[in-house]
């Protein structure tokens, strides 16, 4: 699929792609598209969608439902970021006769819905008529937008039994049903038969938890960084204090060559200073010299708040 494609066409793009399941559980899946679209009723059968190929399956179903003499009306609307297409039964006897083969509309008959690969073709079907998701490398968030209470809680209920833990909400007069968890959307997609959308999304997640694994390493590195800099800051002005104070004569051997190393090398790890020095010397054979130095400062540090 083409990646610049968002998430949402991508998995709708699969979906009408799925002849099969279609094919098997035409019903369920035309009933999936006519009951969550804009209307379905005796008064109004209509869909909304900015997808042409969704489009010619709500023509292209009801001509199967309602035979070819059926009257089927498709608007295109244009505007300056995108194309609608309105598709409609214009015609009350057709409406009637398809209501009388998938049921009424306000409410969910689950009498279709009696095999599992047929809820499969129904929720394609919904997701197709109403159905969304955001871009998972900004967020996890799949989502129907139902225009009416009644079918979104019985939607709700036929989730619950599959991906437990859908959620509703209310957004501008319509109701909405929707998954917010990777692993809830994950099961969703495959559910609906869309496994290379599914496929698609998980590896947007490996690379987040790449790059957050990343971020992390970059982060304790640099914490590192800045711990191992302000360290040897603190020794050198420690070392300055005691040459100036006591001199290089107040120093060990041992202690003067890990004062110049220090002095001379501001900037090296300890590991570093152990390869500089001319004689062999391990890291915590430095570390215990410069602690030494350290204390030394301390002690003269003391010395001058006590004079004072």
């Given at each position: 699929?083409?990646?610049?494609?968002?998430?949402?066409?991508?998995?709708?793009?699969?979906?009408?792609?799925?002849?099969?399941?279609?094919?098997?559980?035409?019903?369920?899946?035309?009933?999936?598209?006519?009951?969550?679209?804009?209307?379905?009723?005796?008064?109004?059968?209509?869909?909304?969608?900015?997808?042409?190929?969704?489009?010619?399956?709500?023509?292209?179903?009801?001509?199967?439902?309602?035979?070819?003499?059926?009257?089927?009306?498709?608007?295109?609307?244009?505007?300056?970021?995108?194309?609608?297409?309105?598709?409609?039964?214009?015609?009350?006897?057709?409406?009637?006769?398809?209501?009388?083969?998938?049921?009424?509309?306000?409410?969910?008959?689950?009498?279709?819905?009696?095999?599992?690969?047929?809820?499969?073709?129904?929720?394609?079907?919904?997701?197709?008529?109403c159905g969304n998701m955001t871009d998972p490398r900004k967020s996890y968030h799949l989502e129907f937008v139902v225009r009416g209470e009644p079918l979104c809680d019985d939607l709700l209920e036929l989730l619950e039994e599959y991906i437990p833990g859908a959620r509703k909400?209310?957004?501008?007069?319509?109701?909405?049903?929707?998954?917010?968890?990777?692993?809830?959307?994950?099961?969703?997609?495959?559910?609906?038969?869309?496994?290379?959308?599914?496929?698609?999304?998980?590896?947007?997640?490996?690379?987040?938890?790449?790059?957050?694994?990343?971020?992390?390493?970059?982060?304790?590195?640099?914490?590192?960084?800045?711990?191992?800099?302000?360290?040897?800051?603190?020794?050198?002005?420690?070392?300055?204090?005691?040459?100036?104070?006591?001199?290089?004569?107040?120093?060990?051997?041992?202690?003067?060559?890990?004062?110049?190393?220090?002095?001379?090398?501001?900037?090296?790890?300890?590991?570093?200073?152990?390869?500089?020095?001319?004689?062999?010397?391990?890291?915590?054979?430095?570390?215990?010299?410069?602690?030494?130095?350290?204390?030394?400062?301390?002690?003269?540090?003391?010395?001058?708040?006590?004079?004072?």
């Amino acid at each position: 699929m083409d990646m610049e494609l968002s998430f949402s066409h991508r998995l709708k793009a699969e979906i009408l792609d799925n002849k099969p399941l279609r094919a098997r559980c035409r019903q369920a899946h035309a009933y999936g598209l006519f009951l969550y679209g804009r209307g379905f009723s005796a008064q109004e059968v209509s869909l909304t969608t900015e997808s042409r190929d969704t489009a010619e399956l709500f023509e292209d179903s009801a001509r199967r439902f309602l035979g070819r003499n059926a009257r089927i009306q498709v608007e295109e609307k244009r505007s300056a970021q995108k194309t609608i297409y309105l598709c409609t039964l214009p015609d009350q006897g057709d409406r009637v006769r398809m209501l009388e083969q998938l049921g009424g509309g306000q409410w969910l008959d689950r009498g279709l819905l009696d095999a599992y690969d047929k809820v499969q073709a129904f929720l394609a079907g919904a997701y197709l008529a109403c159905g969304n998701m955001t871009d998972p490398r900004k967020s996890y968030h799949l989502e129907f937008v139902v225009r009416g209470e009644p079918l979104c809680d019985d939607l709700l209920e036929l989730l619950e039994e599959y991906i437990p833990g859908a959620r509703k909400s209310r957004r501008r007069g319509a109701y909405v049903a929707y998954y917010k968890e990777y692993g809830q959307i994950e099961d969703l997609m495959t559910l609906m038969g869309a496994t290379k959308t599914c496929l698609a999304m998980i590896e947007v997640e490996l690379f987040k938890g790449i790059r957050n694994q990343a971020n992390r390493a970059t982060n304790c590195e640099t914490a590192n960084i800045d711990k191992q800099v302000s360290a040897a800051t603190g020794q050198v002005e420690d070392i300055a204090l005691v040459l100036r104070e006591r001199g290089e004569s107040a120093l060990t051997p041992q202690l003067l060559e890990a004062a110049r190393l220090r002095m001379d090398n501001p900037d090296m790890s300890l590991r570093e200073l152990c390869e500089t020095s001319p004689t062999p010397i391990s890291r915590s054979g430095m570390h215990h010299r410069l602690e030494k130095l350290s204390k030394m400062a301390a002690a003269l540090r003391e010395e001058g708040r006590n004079a004072t």
